[in-house]
């Protein structure tokens, strides 16, 4: 059975990745989504490839009117809006010491300003029309402990899991759920760096199920939060990382763990 029948969904940062794979399945389940990003023609040729039951436009998650426009091109298309995911990103990938006030910003702006943004401007319109909602904030396993040379994005995603949380208190008596998704390292644009085969196994031999994630292992998480399987669950984190970040002992030197 169709999980999403009828129910419309934002997807932030969808033209790639994590959100795209997300787009793709919320579609396959019965659902239509928006698209919101700042790659054009990517986020033209997704929506092309899913078909009607996808709209591309132009979002960026920093501008306060984008992300209110999103919410009304989803109601004036869709007729209603059920469910967000905030998958949006920048990196900043360099040592604290010597980033630039600019490039901490951007970092920043994107991942927990523009995630605040967005869900406040979906929130605001299921509180005006008394509707229920759902929102999935995606952070990382490097929100949960420090990552050396990616500081501001740490620092970020660690925010986004308070955001959240904090949103989902704030609205849970109208019955909106916040959640957050905490990915570990999933093979898209984002991570280029594992297209090279040695690196990509190098990473699957430390992580505990043996293999990196790919997008499908992530919008699984999502869609479930997403879902009336978690109509239970709110102001929670869920860690898709193939037990990566509980595996700090088994890099111990002097210890057999495979
Ligand atoms: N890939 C991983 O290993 C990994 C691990 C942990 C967490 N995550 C998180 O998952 C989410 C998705 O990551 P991904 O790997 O799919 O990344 P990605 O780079 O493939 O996609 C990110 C998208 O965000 C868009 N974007 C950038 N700035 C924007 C803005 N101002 N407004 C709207 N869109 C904007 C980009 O154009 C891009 O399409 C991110 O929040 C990322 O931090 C990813």
């Excluded at 997704?46 to 426009?69: F, K, M, Q, R, W």
């Excluded at 995911?85 to 980033?99: C, E, K, Q, Y």
């Excluded at 501001?152 to 899991?161: C, E, F």
Aim: net charge negative.
């Amino acid at each position: 059975m169709a999980h999403f029948t009828d129910r419309v969904c934002i997807i932030t940062g969808g033209a790639s990745g994590i959100g795209a794979e997300t787009a793709r399945r919320f579609v396959a389940d019965g659902g239509r989504v928006i698209i919101g990003d700042i790659d054009d023609d990517q986020g033209e040729a997704l929506a092309a490839e899913i078909g009607d039951s996808a709209i591309y436009t132009h979002g960026d998650v920093c501008n306060p009117a984008a992300c209110a426009a999103m919410v009304a091109l989803a109601v004036s298309r869709f007729g209603r809006l059920d469910g967000l995911v905030n998958s949006a990103i920048r990196m900043g990938p360099t040592a604290l010491v010597d980033l630039s006030p600019d490039d901490w910003r951007k970092v920043v702006d994107v991942g927990l300003t523009g995630t605040f943004l967005m869900t406040q401007a979906a929130g605001r319109w299921w509180i005006e029309q008394s509707k229920p909602g759902a929102v999935v904030n995606l952070s990382s396993t490097g929100g949960l402990q420090p990552y050396n040379l990616a500081g501001a994005y740490s620092t970020t995603k660690a925010g986004v899991i308070m955001l959240s949380k904090q949103f989902g208190l704030e609205w849970a008596r109208n019955n909106i759920r916040v959640n957050t998704v905490c990915p570990g390292h999933t093979e898209t644009p984002l991570t280029a760096y594992m297209r090279d085969p040695a690196v990509k196994q190098a990473r699957a031999d430390v992580t505990p199920l043996g293999r990196v994630g790919q997008p499908e292992d992530i919008a699984d998480g999502i869609l479930y939060l997403l879902s009336d399987a978690a109509s239970y669950v709110t102001s929670s984190e869920l860690v898709i990382d193939g037990g990566m970040s509980t595996s700090l002992f088994n890099h111990m030197p002097g210890r057999k763990w495979d």
